[in-house]
Every structure is written in C-alpha cells, then in structure tokens.
C-alpha cells in the first residue's frame, strides 16, 4: 500500500475512500498507535480553533441583546442582508479587495521581475522595499491621513495639482477608498514582490535559455516559461492579499475615521460598540469567515490542479 | 455569573478576535487584586498628574484606612467604554470607583452594573448643580453618578477682526455667523469663516445635536425618554443650518473630516473667524505646545468667547454637555469607602484645585459666582454661559447604537449626501427602532 | 545545414583571464567537431557564443557565412541540448518538443508529425504526455535530443549532454546521439571534458586549454602526433607516460636514459624527426604511451635489443581486454609548469605525489599490456618500449619535436 498514491489530490475529494481508508488505517495495529498518538493534538486543535468559530456560528441564530439570548434562526441573516450599510460594506471591501490585490500583483511581478535581473545592491534595495510592510497597518494609516489632510496633507496638494480631485479626499468616501486602495498598494506590494521574488529565483535558468534558444522573445518567456513555473507562488501570494483584504479593517477604521465601511468595521460596530446588534455583527464576522474559505478553496483548487497535472 | 453573561463575553471574543483576526484588542487585565481598605478608581489617562495629586491627598488624610489606588484605562474614550464593559460582563470585579463619561451611566445602570445613589447623594446635595449633568446620571427614576466636571460647546470668535470690519458684536444666529464668517474671511484673506466638528464619530454627534437644538428640535422626548422625536419641522430647521456650514462656503468641505484638533488647529493658524469647540481650547490659543501662532499677551483681547448661535434669533440655545463623571460598580465589596472617595473629589477644595490646575469646569453653579476663583481660572466666566445652556445627549441604555447611527446620519448632512429631511426621517426610525428595543433587566 | 566559423573570438567576463581567447576554428557543413579539454577552459562560453546565449566580445562568429554576432539566439536557427537538458517542466514532453515549432508557427500536422517521428526515433512514444518529472534521467537527455532534432536546425550544440548518465547509459547514448547525426547530417558542436568521449564522437576534435585552442585534428591525428605536452597528456587513455632524460647518440642511434636503463630509440624516429639534431647531448621530455608497452615475455624472440627496461610491478589491474600494470623507475619528471598542470587537469595522478617523486627522482608509469601477460604485482618484470612510438618534447616551451612531415600533419588541423 502506498501513502503517496492515497495523498492523490484526485482522491481527495471522495468521502467513501476516506472512511474506507481509516477503517483500514485502524485495522492496522500500527496506525492505531499512531492515531492514538496524535488524537490529544487533535483534540487541543479542535478546542482551540473549531470551537470558536462553531461558537460564533451558534451565536449568529441567536438573539442577543445585553444579557439575553434567544433563538433567533435566520433572522440576523435577513437583517444583515437587507441593511444598507451591509451592502456599502460588501461593495467597499469587494472594490478594495480586487483592486489592491490587482495592482499588487501587477506592480508585485514587475518589481520581482526587475530585482531578479540581479544588480548591485540588490540586498539593501530589498530590505529598504520591506519597511512599509514593516510598519503596523494602524500607524501607516494615520500617517497616510495627515498627508491625505486638506490642510497641509502632501496627497491632497499633489491630487489636486494633477487634478485628481476637486475636493477633500477624505471627505469623499469615494476618494477615500481610492486612497484606502493605495496605502494599501504602497504597504503591501514588497511583500508581494518577495513572494514572487522567492518563485521566481527558484527557477532555474537554463529554461530561460533554452526558451531562447528555441525562439521565444522576452514576452514570450514570460507567458510561456515565467508565469506557469510562477504559477504556485502566485497562488500563494494572491490568496494571502486576498484573505488580507477581504478582512480590512484598520486602514478603513483610522484613515477613513470609520465614514467608509468594510466587513471588518462592520463586525467591529455591531460586536464591540453597538449594544443592540451583537447578533447582527457576529453574523457578519460568520460572513466574513464562510466567504474567506470559499476565497482559500478557490486558490487553493488552483494550486491544487497544479500539484495534480504534474504528479 | 449567569453562564449566558459568560457565553456573550466568551462570544464577543470569538467575534472580535477570531475571525476578524484585526481588530485592534485589549488583552485580559487580570483582577486588581484588593486588600481590605484598598479602592481601585478607573479613569482614562491624566496628563495634568491632578488626579493623581489628589487621590494622594486622599491616602494621606484618610491615613491607611483606606487607600486608593488609580487604574489608568485607554485614552481612547470609545476604547475605554468597551473595556470597562467588557471587564463587567466578565463579572470580575476590576475596581470600585468608575470615572465615567456623561453619555455612560444610563448604559451601564441598565445592566445592572452601577450602585444606585440615591440614599447617599441627596436631593439637598444636588441642589446647586446644573440640571443637565445630573440627569445624565438619572436612569429609571434612580440616579447613578455624581457629576465630576462638565464640556460645553463654545463659539470662539475673533473679535479683533470682527471690530476690523465693523461688526459690532458676535452672532446670534447661524445664517449671521455665516454672512459674517464669510465676509470676515473673504475680507481677511482666511481659507474658513467656521470650523467645527463635523467627522463621523462623537464629537460630530455633539455638533450635530447642538444644529438640532438650535433649531429649537428636539431628539429625545424630555419627558419620555423612550420617545425619539427628532423628526419635526425645527429639528429639521436646525440641521439645515449644519448642511450649510459647508453649502455656504463658510467652510469648505473638510469640515465633514475635523475633529477637534483639526478645528484647532486651523483656529491657532488664525485662518479662520469663528470655531466651535470645548473648554480646553481656550488655554490652547495661548499655547505655544499647539502651536499657536497668536501672541499669548494679546490672544485673549483678540479671541473671545460666547454661546453657539441659533436658527432663529430669540430662541434658547443650547450646548451639548460633555465631561465626566463618578458611580460606583455595583459589585464592589466596598460602597462605603468608594462614597467617601467620591464624597471627597466633590469638596469645594478639591473641585477648585480640578477647575484652577486642570481647567475642568465644576457641575455647580456658585463656583461661576466666585469672584476669588474666577481671578485665578478667568475660563469659569468665560465658559459660564455655555456650561449653563447644556443639555446632554439622548439618556439611554443603548446610546452607544444611537451615537452611530447620528454619527453617520449627521456626517452625510455635512457633506449633503443626504437631505436634512431624510436625515431626520431616518434618524426617527433608526433611533426609535433602538429606542424600542428590548432593555436589559438587570433583576433577572 | 551551415558551417561554423569563429575567427579570432574572444570572450571576456570581465576581471580575470579571458575566458575564450582568439579562437580560431572553422566546423565544416555537416561535421561533428568535438570541443574538449580541461574544466574552466572555455568550451561552454564557446558554444553558448554561438547559441547567442553569451556575447561576443572580440572577433567573428559565422554560421552559414553570415556573421551572427548581433543577431539574438532566436533568429540563429540553431537548436542546444543543455548539460541539465533545461526541460520545461510544466509542460508534457510532447509540448517540450513542439514548443519552438509552436513558436515558429509551424504547420500543426507538420508539428505533430516531427514531434511524434523524433519522439520514435528516440523510444519516447509512450512517455509524450508525461511531465518531465515523472522522466528517468536517461529519457529526459532523449527528451532534450528529440526538442532539438525536430527544430530541423542548422547546427546543433550541445554542453556534455551526456554528464549526467550513468558509465552504460552514456556509452549508449553516445552511439545513438553518433548515428542521430550521421542520419541528419546536421552541423554539430558538441562539448565535453571526456575525451574518451571526444575521441569516440568526434569527426574532428578541437582541444582547448585556458580559453586558447591547442590543437585541431582527427582523433588519429591528436593521438598520434600531439603538437604539445598539454594535447599528448590530455588525449588518450590511461594518459601518456613521461620522463626527462638527456637524449645521447650511441652507434649512430639516440639513446635516452629511463631509471637508469640505456633504451635505444627506433632509426625511423630520427628520420621522421629531424629536429631531434638540435637537441644532441640535451634535456627532452620523452612521451610513452601506455600502449606502446608490452610484457617482454609473451613476445617471442623478435624484439629488437636495447629497447626494453625492468621494473617492480606496484600494481596489476586486470580490465580483460587489457591489463594495466603499473610501476615505479627511477626515472625523474621534469616538473614544468605545464606538466602540473596537466596532471591536475587530466586528473591523472595526485600532482603532489607527483611532485614529491620528481623530487626523489622517480616516477610512476602505466604500461597497459595484453591479457596474456600473467604478471603479478610485486614481480620483477622486463617491458618492451616500442621506441618507434615515442613522443619528443622540448623541456622549455613543451611544444613537440617533429620538423618533419609529422609536424605539417599536426600543424593542419587548424583548419
Ligand atoms: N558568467 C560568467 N562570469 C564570469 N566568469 C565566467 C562566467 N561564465 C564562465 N566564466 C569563466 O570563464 C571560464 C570558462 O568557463 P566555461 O564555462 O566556458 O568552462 P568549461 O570549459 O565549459 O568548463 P566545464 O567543463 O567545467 O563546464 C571559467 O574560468 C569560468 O570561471
Ligand atoms: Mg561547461
């Protein structure tokens, strides 16, 4: 019996295998001590992580208000989904997530791209690219919204020198999602490049020359040789900025002083300031969970076909 | 502790931490562990080191009998109020003395949370305070705090340049402050004839319930708390006024960002005419710390100080009413010493040595008749007739969900996202729909 | 079909010697040329010069009369096997091999056609939609053959294609990529630090030492007439044995000193080699093949006098169809800079060891004799020297001694 054909990613996905094999797994003596050996780990990670998220999901049919709780079935889910402020918050954290994460990506390759080409100072350059990312999301927010300040505010003079804008940034929630959006790309795309960065060093360059050899110019290389050997570290770095973005919530919450509304600050009302709509922002933060792990199973499915065509 | 209070605890948690993975969280503060005689007085941070002085003042007279000690809590006012709820609904008793701000003792006397102090603070001794402090402590018919020291909204003015251009005296009501404003500022070469505070958060809640008033509306039935009538013809009147501080002109639309800082700071710039804001900025105008650029010899000739206009001239203005103030936590283990603590921070000494080192204005009107007094803290004639005019924020056990939605509602007025009609039509709702909500019973 | 010309290349990286220094050599349309020699001595940079992989820092390079120096790798029309073969690894190896077809826009039908010819040719049939990964070693080097052959190029280069296998997989390998290109008469450049290799494949072999090229010539020619102490040591396996010894006339023949032992050399050597006059009554350095000994004993009456010496057997090994004995004389190795070197290249013996004999005056030699010689190790035995194979050397700038017709015959291969 084979333990790498069993972690066929093909055969994954079927259930009657899975039990099939643990019946078999605990026929075997061995494996029994094994599992016997791993099940108190398992236990401690089933308390510490499952039980919250089960508790919180429990939580999103109740009703509670100060000190009572009722049963409530789907009726926070109605409320959240009829709220308009809920609606303001998906939009706000769907336009911010796909556009961070596309500019990041795009602007990410490039940089990977050029570090990779190797030059002098190559090891500074990287590090000195990392401080942004260094810094806590909350500082660089508030940093970002004293240049985003009508008076005196850098941004706001330069936005409104090449006309970007008319008015205030910050009093436009438009605009300041926009500039949500670039904190957001100026913080996270070094992080990015590294991550792509990583992928691309480790492929080796005589494909490169072979690909030169065989005919292909610069862009074809790219399309044909960079991006497939790319492809897992792609996945990576766009379902980490993904699952990021999708739970923004200090960039919203100190540089838009909470005027433009994302998931997270829309949990954070409900549960840490509202009294009377606990329910309604445990709701949400179920929300926002049950679509991140459709966001991870989408990338992950992904790298997963990867995995599986070359195997 | 009902194990439903520790499920909604453990709950809020769970929400908060572990699936949004962001939200900025306070880690667990184990019990202060007190001894016999020992006090624990949560207040947020005190940069002056009055309290501090104080309480010393306090150990020392009481010689060891008892002892308080100061738990310093977030400078963050909302970051505070979620701590201190937090800390309650874990049942843990934490301290004894709350410092509490005004739009706080409703929500927690509703939980059950704060000692009713009627007994021990009397009818006789509330009799020299002004009302608006004191019915921020009222909850049910119980009153649950004892006013500590009281914010008022204030319109500072430039009255040099008001002389300048031959305005005799400050305006009374808004459409002048405007005319004005923006005549003084056009003719001055300032970027704003007003500056307040119009960002979504409490002190936008404030200016916008000051428009409200005004406007000779009101937002909460004064005689049925569980009544929200915000939707009249005046309160309207009162936040068309607010959407025109920036449909004017008088202000550009930065105003819907300001915060207090903000507005000062333009103020200290000396680029603008008129600003709405609290107490504490009069000692700012001369301080260089600010960075003002008045002359702090001349400043208070330049700017003074006066009640914040109205729609219409005779009306009864308003200020919305800030400050803090003290309960006791119900589950203390030491009432006693926690009144004699609270008995002693509202002595005439100690109230004159908060109003003359921290600029904190005293809840009692003969401080403001106290010509003694007034010499050494000229702020308490300044301040008088604003401190006298306030009213507070709707009384509530769920003010916190309506402080969101005015937030919200009043921010979007500004920046006239929305009409002043539909601003109040959906506050009306809104807020009666919160109003109407359930309200704990701490009996259960 | 193109023939390679370089004409005076040169290829620096800058600091340090140059990597590739005035190379001259002219690849005839449709010949294998072999480019071996020592590691770091310049052949990949040669070849990768041509591909278009590295630039060109001096001098020419012409394929099919045009000069390429400027034009990119793509637009050469040449196809490379790399010593890691540089298989796409995402890609089936059917994709591997269509993929410059693809890019060339090549006919599908034709496409598919080549690809699945040279995938039979080479026994891929059944691995084309395989990923390179799930390849034995042996199959992705025929991979890497099949992308080139389908290309159809005008040459192919290839950088020790064959390193990688193992000893039979290699021999193998050599013999088929040998009839691949017999079959497709294609211009090839092959590179490799084996000179069994080059000796084997080759049409021609070019031997290069620290970016200069040595010698060019047929694998006879480089056996028999190395035009320097570097091409004699480097080619030919086990590697040439030397001696210095002073080169003497006695009864009209030169004699030369091994350990002690008069051995008289063969007449015809100094009619082939005039030049020899010159160096009367001095120090040479004398070349012995291994082969050009043989165990007196099992060779009847008819050697001739004088040419054979005795040694102690140190060491038999018997490989069946030869035994290579070794043995120590006291015969001294002048230690030139070129001869260290050569030992450290050739990865003969240890040089140090070398060294430390030539100091004690002796040196180790390889004899490599017929299966029927029964000598044991540790025995006195009596060697035949066939003296008309010797090799000359001059002690000071190594170059070989001929001044005959030998020495035009070496002197051609450069073209
Ligand atoms: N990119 C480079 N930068 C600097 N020096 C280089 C570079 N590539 C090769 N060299 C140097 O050029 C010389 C020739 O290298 P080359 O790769 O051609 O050797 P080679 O004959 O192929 O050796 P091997 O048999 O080990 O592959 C070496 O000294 C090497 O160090
Ligand atoms: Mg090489």
């Known amino acids: 019996m084979s333990v790498a054909s069993d972690a066929r990613p093909g055969e994954r996905g079927s259930g009657d295998g899975f039990f099939a094999r643990l019946r078999g797994d605990f026929a075997n003596s061995e494996r029994r001590t094994g599992y016997t050996m791993v099940s108190p780990s398992l236990l401690l990670i089933l308390v510490i992580g499952a039980w919250p998220v089960i508790y919180a999901i429990w939580l999103s049919f109740q009703r509670v208000i100060a000190q009572e709780t009722s049963f409530a079935g789907l009726d926070n889910y109605a409320t959240m989904f009829s709220d308009p402020r809920f609606h303001s918050a998906v939009i706000n954290t769907s336009i911010f997530t796909v556009l961070s994460v596309a500019l990041e990506f795009v602007l990410g390759v490039g940089i990977a791209l050029a570090i990779n080409r190797g030059f002098r100072g190559q090891g500074a350059t990287r590090a000195i690219a990392l401080i942004p990312w260094a810094f806590p999301t909350v500082v660089s927010a508030i940093m970002w919204r004293l240049m985003y300040q009508q008076t005196g505010g850098i941004m706001q003079y330069i936005a409104e020198k090449i006309q970007l804008v008319s008015g205030p940034i910050l009093a436009s929630e438009q605009a300041t999602l ?26 080796p360059g005589d494909v490169y020359e072979a690909a030169r050899v065989d005919g292909a110019n610069a862009l074809q290389q790219f399309k044909s040789v960079t991006l497939p050997l790319l492809k897992p570290a792609i996945v990576v770095a766009l379902l980490f900025r993904t699952l990021d973005a999708w739970r923004v919530f200090d960039l919203f919450w100190a540089m838009s002083d909470r005027t433009v509304e994302s998931l997270s600050t829309y949990v954070f009302k409900g549960v840490r300031i509202s009294q009377t709509e606990f329910s309604l922002g445990d709701a949400a933060a179920v929300f926002i969970f049950v ?11 992904g790298l997963g076909s990867q995995s599986a065509g070359e195997g | 502790m009902p194990r439903r209070d520790f499920l909604k605890a453990a709950g809020a948690g769970v929400a908060g931490t572990a699936l949004l993975g962001s939200t900025a969280c306070d880690g667990f503060t184990p019990a202060v562990e007190g001894t016999s005689n020992s006090l624990v007085f949560s207040f947020g941070p005190d940069d002056s080191g009055v309290v501090q002085a104080v309480i010393d003042m306090f150990n020392k007279k009481m010689g060891g009998k008892i002892t308080v000690e100061y738990r310093e809590m977030p400078a963050d006012t909302g970051q505070y109020f979620d701590k201190l709820r937090t800390e309650f609904q874990s049942g843990v008793v934490v301290n004894d003395v709350i410092g509490a701000d005004v739009i706080w003792p409703a929500q927690l006397a509703a939980n059950g949370w704060l000692e009713p102090l009627d007994e021990l603070f009397t009818e006789e001794m509330q009799s020299d305070y002004i009302s608006a402090p004191l019915d921020t402590g009222r909850y049910n018919d119980k009153i649950y705090s004892v006013p500590w020291y009281a914010d008022a909204g204030m319109l500072y003015y430039r009255k040099d340049l008001l002389d300048k251009n031959g305005i005799k005296s400050p305006p009374k009501t808004w459409e002048e402050l405007y005319d004005i404003g923006a005549k003084v500022a056009g003719a001055e070469g300032l970027g704003y004839g007003y500056v307040g505070q119009g960002a979504e958060y409490e002190g936008g809640v404030c200016n916008g319930c000051e428009f409200v008033w005004n406007g000779g509306g009101e937002i909460q039935d004064p005689k049925d708390l569980a009544k929200i009538v915000i939707d009249s013809p005046e309160a309207m009147a009162g936040l068309e006024a607010g959407q025109k501080v920036v ?4 202000a550009p639309v930065a105003f819907a960002t300001f915060k207090e800082l903000e507005s000062l700071t333009v103020f200290l710039n000396q680029d603008a005419v008129f600003m709405r804001n609290w107490p504490f900025a009069y000692g700012g105008l001369a301080d260089p710390a600010l960075g003002t650029t008045f002359d702090p010899k001349k400043v208070y000739e330049q700017v003074l100080v006066t009640t914040l206009p109205v729609t219409e001239a005779g009306q009864e203005n308003f200020a919305c009413l800030g400050g803090w103030t003290f309960a006791i936590n119900a589950l203390s283990s030491k009432k006693e010493q926690a009144w004699e603590f609270i008995k002693f921070m509202i002595t005439p000494e100690i109230r004159e040595t908060f109003t003359i080192d921290r600029a904190a204005m005293p809840p009692e009107r003969s401080f403001y008749e106290d010509k003694k007094l007034i010499k050494e803290q000229p702020l308490l004639e300044v301040a008088k007739d604003a401190i006298a005019s306030t009213k507070p924020r709707p009384i509530h056990p769920y003010y916190s969900d309506m402080s969101l939605r005015m937030a919200e509602s009043f921010n979007e007025n500004i920046k006239s996202e929305i009409s002043p009609q539909q601003a109040i039509s959906t506050l009306q709702t809104q807020m009666q729909r919160i109003a109407d909500t359930n309200v704990p019973n701490p009996n259960i | 079909m193109a023939e390679i010309e370089f004409e005076k290349v040169t290829k620096s990286f800058g600091e340090g010697a140059l990597a590739v220094d005035q190379l001259d050599l002219g690849i005839k349309d449709g010949e294998f040329m072999v480019l071996v020699g020592p590691s770091g001595c310049g052949k990949s940079t040669a070849l990768r010069m041509v591909a278009g992989l590295e630039a060109i820092s001096d001098g020419e390079i012409k394929i099919g009369g045009r000069v390429v120096n400027e034009v990119p790798p793509k637009d050469r029309d040449i196809a490379m ?50 990923k390179p990964r799930a390849l034995s070693g042996g199959q992705r080097q025929r991979v890497a053959m099949g992308r080139a052959i389908v290309r159809e190029p005008q040459a192919f280069l290839m950088d020790e294609p064959l390193s990688n296998l193992d000893a039979k997989l290699r021999v193998q390998m050599r013999s088929e990529i040998g009839r691949i290109q017999d079959d497709l008469e294609v211009t090839t450049i092959y590179v490799t630090h084996d000179q069994v290799e080059a000796m084997t494949m080759g049409d021609r072999v070019a031997v290069m030492r620290k970016g200069e090229l040595q010698q060019v010539g047929t694998p006879t020619e480089l056996f028999l007439t190395p035009v320097n102490l570097f091409t004699a040591g480097f080619i030919g396996s086990p590697s040439m044995n030397f001696l210095s010894s002073k080169l003497e006339r006695s009864n009209g023949n030169y004699q030369i000193d091994v350990g002690g032992q008069k051995v008289t050399i063969h007449e015809k050597v100094t009619k082939d080699r005039p030049e020899l ?10 070349g012995v093949r291994p082969q050009d000994f043989e165990d007196k004993s099992i060779m009847g009456d008819d050697a001739p006098e004088g040419s054979s010496v005795k040694a102690k057997v ?12 070794h043995f120590e004389l006291n015969a001294p190795m002048v230690m030139t800079e070129d001869m260290k070197e050569l030992q450290a290249d050739a990865g003969g013996q240890d ?12 040196n180790e030699f390889v004899a490599q004799l017929d299966p029927k010689s029964r000598i044991k190790r540790g025995e006195e035995v009596e060697l035949f020297i066939d003296t008309r194979q010797l090799h000359f050397f001059d002690i000071d700038n190594s170059q070989g001694i001929y001044g005959g017709d030998g020495d035009r ?6 073209r």
């Open chain 3, 409 to 414: 015959a070496a002197g051609n291969g450069n």
């Open chain 1, 178 to 203: 926009f500039a949500a959006v670039f904190v957001d790309v100026w913080k996270t795309t070094p992080f990015v490049a590294l991550l792509l960065l990583a992928g691309l060093q480790v492929i």
């Open chain 3, 351 to 362: 040089p140090a060891t070398v060294e430390s004999r030539a100091e004690e005056g002796t």
């Open chain 3, 277 to 286: 006059e010159k160096y009367d009554g001095k120090e040479i350095i004398i």
């Open chain 2, 247 to 250: 449909s004017s002109g008088v």
């Open chain 1, 291 to 301: 679509t991140s792990l459709v966001i991870a199973a989408f990338f992950i499915r």
């Open chain 3, 81 to 130: 096997v790399f010593q890691n073969y540089a298989l796409y690894p995402h890609m089936t190896v059917y994709d591997n091999m269509a993929f410059a077809l693809k890019l060339a826009k090549v006919d599908k039908g034709e496409m598919d056609k080549r690809v699945k010819e040279a995938a039979h040719v080479l026994g891929l049939d059944e691995f084309l939609g395989r």
């Open chain 3, 314 to 325: 140190d060491l038999v090994e018997v490989l069946g169809t030869e035994t290579l004995v």
